[in-house]
């Protein structure tokens, strides 16, 4: 018995001794989000520490400003710009043995109009979008699961979680929604036409918003009672497309923004019944007119085909949308003619590539001024490519300012040039920066 409790005691120390011999995992290096910031007085921005390994035992960390006087950092790493100037922000492990700074500059409030801009990044796309051009993206596509009408299929998601959401941590005050539908996308008069089917879809708008941190919905639907698109459509989808906006907006509630991509004729809705469920109007003014005729005219001139800019502004507010509800449509491509450029310039151009064609001596470039619209010609004199451009974008920055209108909308990011032409133009034009 004695040598069984002898026994039993060795073996309490011994692994008494061996628990307080564990060695502790020290922390080999801290990082930073981001190791320079450029804010505005009053703005903020989270900056996030990762400690390395991530099993480390102690990953506690510290923060502060060089100059608070300047830039402020709360205990998580909240930063706030409180005046003009230059700070550093260090973050510190808890044994002050590693440390990572981030350089801060904080510039004058620029006063800005309360225009949006919003624009859609695609899921096929390989950029990281820069949004500082940009108040709002929208993410182009959702669809509907056409099993069951019911549920919201993101495509590449990816792309939207890994390269788009995070930019809101570039820019906090940027809004990202994911768009719904696109031309040819089929299923909203099914899952509209029953109650259940609207409900299902329904509840996957809410899930798809608290999945992914988004700011709302883009429901673009082309169009309600249409099949032009090949689609299914019924007599009944403008009524049920009401429902659906209704009860959308009953399960995301007013903290999250719900909008809708319309074309440039507003016969597809029944606005005064939606409006008060709806945040805006994305008015897709373009595609107006192709070769001879003018893309997105901003005002009629003999070379529209199916009308203008300001035309289809007008027919929304003889609805009943206000235009403080309206963001005007504007292209980042062209139209072209290839039957008469030897197929070298296609029906659908990005703006980008346009630069080529002028620089190429093959055409010459020209300016409709009551369209307030350029286009090439070929050496016959024929319209062969409409599209838009910084001074044509001056002009409708102007009519939006004008009109009173929201701000505007483009399609889409990846067709600008790498130096963000389009996006820049848009923003000093209603900024007032031009």
């Known amino acids: 018995m004695k040598n069984i409790l002898s026994f039993l005691i060795a073996l309490f120390f011994f692994n008494a001794c061996s ?88 510039n004058e409030e620029v006063e800005k109009s309360n225009s949006i801009i919003v624009g859609y ?22 669809t509907i699961n056409m099993g069951n009408f019911t549920q919201i299929i993101v495509d590449n998601p990816d792309r939207l979680k890994n390269t788009v959401m995070p930019l809101k941590t570039k820019k906090p005050t940027l809004k990202i929604l994911l768009s719904i539908g696109g031309w040819g996308t ?16 329904v509840a996957s708008c809410k899930s798809v918003i608290d999945t992914y941190g988004l700011d709302g919905i883009d429901l673009d639907w082309e169009y309600p009672t249409s099949n032009m698109a090949g689609i299914a459509a019924s007599p009944n989808d403008k009524a049920n497309f009401t429902l ?38 994305n008015l897709m003014t373009y595609d107006m007119g192709y070769p001879p005729y003018l893309n997105a005219p901003l005002y009629p001139s003999s070379r529209e085909e199916w009308g203008s800019c300001s035309e289809s502004v007008q027919s929304y507010v003889n609805k009943g949308v206000p235009t403080n509800k309206l963001t005007l449509g504007i292209p980042f491509y062209g139209h072209g003619d290839p039957t008469s450029t030897g197929n070298e310039i296609p029906q659908d151009v990005e703006y980008y590539r346009i630069a080529s064609f002028i620089s190429s001596g093959k055409y010459t470039d020209n300016w409709d001024d009551i369209a307030k619209a350029p286009y090439l010609t070929n050496s016959a004199g024929k319209l062969v490519c409409s599209y838009d451009d910084p001074r044509s974008i001056a ?40």
């Open 121 to 142: 990044v695609v899921s096929w796309g390989t950029s990281v979008p820069d949004p500082t051009y940009l108040t709002h993206i929208n993410y182009a596509f959702g």
């Open 395 to 434: 002009e409708k920055c102007k009519f939006i300012l004008d009109k009173g209108m929201l701000g505007a909308m483009f399609w889409e990011y990846d067709q600008d040039d790498s130096a963000g032409t389009l996006r820049e133009a848009l923003y000093n034009g209603l900024n007032g920066t031009e």
């Open 244 to 281: 659906l906006v209704q009860e959308i907006r009953s399960a995301i509630g007013n903290g999250k923004l719900l909008t809708v991509a319309a074309p440039s004729n507003a016969d597809y809705y029944d606005f005064p019944s939606i409006m008060n469920y709806v945040d805006y109007i």
């Open 19 to 106: 628990n307080s011999s564990t060695e502790a995992v020290a922390v080999e290096n801290v990082l930073l989000s981001q190791d320079a910031i450029t804010l505005e007085v009053g703005e903020q921005l989270s900056l996030t520490a990762k400690v390395m390994p991530e099993n480390a035992t102690n990953p506690t960390v510290s923060w502060r400003s060089s100059n608070p006087e300047v830039a402020v950092v709360s205990k998580t790493g909240v930063v706030q710009a409180e005046a003009v100037g230059a700070s550093v922000i260090t973050v510190t492990t808890q044994d002050g043995n590693k440390s990572a700074t981030c350089n801060v500059t904080v």
């Open 186 to 201: 089929d299923g909203f008069s099914q899952m509209a036409s029953t109650e259940t089917r609207r409900s299902g879809f």
